[in-house]
C-alpha cells in the first residue's frame, strides 16, 4: 500500500516498506474527494448518490482534477466527506480501513464499489471487483437463494459453469442448504450476511471489499470469515476490510489505513496505525454528567441521516447515575430514541469494548425478545438495559449503540456513546488483590480437593 503526501497526482506515491511495495498495484486512487450538499436541516439530502453521479457523469465521471484553491471546504451548505485522498493497494494486499465515525471510510467503499460517484479524482483498477457494504447486498429480496447466487455470479461477469462449480461450496459455507430454494426476504439477518459473504468470497474476482456487516454474524461465523479472506488474500486477491474491531483488524491485515476528517491521517503497519487510532478514540457523546452522555452532536451515515440514538445514562445497582462500577456490580445503560412509530419493528442493541476496541460483549432487544417500541406512548422515549453479573475486570470500556431496521440494515450506529471504569473490589471474599493481567473479565468457580479413586 502507498500513498502520497501531496495532492497532486503528479507526484510520485511515497512507498511504504512491506510485502505490498514490490507487488503491481490493484486499485490506484488519486486525489478522490467526496462533496454532499447539506439540507437545510444539516442532514445530507436522500437521493444524493443518483444526482450526484448524474452531475459527475455530465462532468466527465473520474476527472483529473483538484479541489480548487477558493472551493468552499467549510461551506455551512456543503460537506466533504473525503478530501484528496492519494492511495495504491497492491494485488494480493489485505488492508484495514479505521477511523471513527464520519472519517469518510464508507463513502470511500462506496466510491471504491461504484455506488457513488466521487466529485473530484480518478481511480483506477486491475482486475474484478465485488463488495459486500451491508447484509444482503445485490440480493433481490423475491428472488430465492439459489437464484440470488446465480444472479450476483452474472452481475460479476461469471459464466454460468463458472458459478455452478462454485455453488455447493457457497451454500456449505453459508449453512443454508435447507433454505436455499426459499425467497431470501424471509431469512434472518444473520442468513442473509452468511449468504451474501459466502457469494462474494467464492465466487473469482480480484478485488474484495468487505465493510463490517461481519459484525452481524455470531463469534463463530465471524472467525470463518476471517479465515476465508485470509485464503482469499492468499490466493494473490485484493482485500480491504472495514471493521472497528481492531483485534480482527490485527488479526487479519498487515497494513492499514487511518481516515480521520475525510483525509489520510496515517497508514503503515497494522499494528502502528492501530496505535494512533486508539490515541484519537474519545467518545461520541458530550459528557453532561458523570455517567450522562448527550448523542446529539454527530452525524448519522445510516439512512435515514436523522439522529434517532439521543443520549445514554449509566447506572449503578444503588440507582445513581455514575461512570464508575466496583468488580461485579449491577449496571444500566439507559437510552433515549425517537423512531418507535416510524420504525416498530427495529433492535436496539448496545456492545461492551475495552480499550482497544475489543467486542467483550452484546445485548440486544432482539435477545430479550423486546419489542423496540413497547410502551411507548409517541415517536420517543427511553429504554433501558439492565445487566446483571458483569464479571469485567478493574480497567476503562466504552459502549457502542446501534439500532438495525427490520433486523437487518443499520439506521444508526454510536462507535463509543461514552465510557465508563470499573474500580478494583473484593469479588471473590478474600481479600486476593486482583490485577489487570488477569484479563478483562474475571472468572467465578471454586476451588476443591478430589480423592482419586
Keep these: 500500500m502507498t500513498s502520497s503526501a501531496e495532492s497532486a497526482p503528479a507526484k510520485a506515491p511515497a512507498v511504504i516498506a512491506g510485502d505490498g511495495a514490490s507487488r503491481p498495484w490493484s486499485i490506484r486512487i488519486e486525489n478522490v474527494s467526496k462533496k454532499y450538499r447539506l439540507a437545510s436541516s444539516g442532514r445530507r439530502e436522500l437521493n444524493e448518490n443518483f444526482r450526484d453521479a448524474l452531475s459527475s457523469v455530465a462532468k466527465g465521471i473520474f476527472s483529473r482534477r483538484s479541489i480548487p484553491a477558493d472551493s468552499p471546504l467549510n ?5 466533504w466527506a473525503l478530501r484528496e485522498i492519494n492511495l495504491e493497494f497492491a494485488q494480493g494486499e489485505t488492508v484495514g480501513i479505521i477511523g471513527r465515525n464520519g472519517a469518510g471510510k464508507s463513502t470511500l467503499l462506496k ?11 480518478e481511480i483506477r483498477y486491475r482486475g474484478r471487483l465485488t463488495s459486500l457494504l451491508e447484509v444482503g447486498t445485490g ?11 446465480y444472479l450476483n455470479g452474472s452481475i460479476l461477469g461469471m459464466t454460468r459453469a463458472e458459478i455452478r462449480q462454485q455453488f455447493d461450496a457457497i451454500v456449505e ?10 425467497p431470501v426476504k424471509h431469512y434472518s439477518s444473520g442468513m442473509y450476511v452468511r449468504l451474501a459473504f459466502a457469494v462474494a468470497a467464492h465466487l473469482r474476482t480480484d478485488i474484495l471489499v468487505v465493510d463490517e456487516v461481519l459484525a452481524v454474524g455470531d463469534a463463530v461465523f465471524q472467525k470463518k470469515c476471517l ?6 488474500a ?3 486477491r485484493t482485500v480491504l476490510f472495514v471493521s472497528h474491531n481492531m483485534a480482527s483488524i490485527q488479526g487479519l491485515c498487515k497494513s492499514a489505513v487511518l481516515l480521520a476528517q475525510g483525509r489520510v491521517a496515517q497508514l503503515g503497519s497494522a499494528s502502528d496505525v492501530i496505535e494512533a487510532y486508539l490515541k484519537l478514540a474519545v467518545d461520541d457523546g458530550r459528557a453532561v454528567a458523570a455517567g450522562d452522555f448527550d448523542l446529539t452532536n454527530r452525524r448519522n451515515s445510516y439512512t435515514p441521516s436523522e439522529i434517532i440514538i439521543r443520549r445514554m445514562r449509566l447506572r449503578g445497582g444503588d440507582g445513581r447515575v455514575t461512570d464508575h462500577f466496583r468488580m461485579g456490580e449491577d449496571f444500566s445503560v439507559e437510552i433515549e430514541c425517537t423512531g418507535f412509530k416510524r420504525f416498530p ?6 456492545t461492551i469494548k475495552s480499550r482497544d476496541e475489543t467486542w467483550i460483549g452484546s445485548f440486544n432487544t432482539g435477545m430479550a425478545g423486546f419489542s423496540f417500541g413497547a410502551g411507548a406512548s409517541g415517536d420517543e422515549g427511553w429504554l433501558r438495559c439492565s445487566l446483571k453479573d458483569v464479571n469485567l475486570n478493574a480497567g476503562t470500556y466504552s459502549i457502542a449503540l446501534s439500532i438495525l431496521r427490520d433486523h437487518r440494515n443499520r439506521a444508526d450506529y454510536v462507535d463509543r456513546a461514552g465510557s465508563f471504569h470499573v474500580v478494583e473490589s473484593d469479588v471473590y471474599g478474600t481479600g486476593y488483590p486482583m490485577h489487570t493481567k488477569f484479563g478483562i473479565v474475571y472468572l467465578k468457580g471454586k476451588w476443591e480437593s478430589v480423592v482419586s479413586d
Excluded at 111 to 121: F, K
Excluded at 173 to 182: H, N, P, R, Y
Aim: glycine residues 12%.
Design 173 to 182: 459455507f453459508a449453512g443454508v442448504e435447507k433454505f436455499i430454494d426459499s
Design 111 to 121: 466510491i471504491l464499489s461504484r455506488i457513488t460517484a466521487p466529485t473530484l479524482g
Design 234 to 236: 492468499s490466493d494473490g
Design 139 to 149: 440480493f433481490h429480496r423475491e428472488l430465492t437463494g439459489r437464484e440470488n447466487v
Design 345 to 350: 419493528d427495529s433492535v436496539l442493541g448496545i
Design 75 to 79: 461551506s455551512s451548505t456543503e460537506f
Design 227 to 232: 479465515g476465508k479472506m485470509q485464503d482469499v
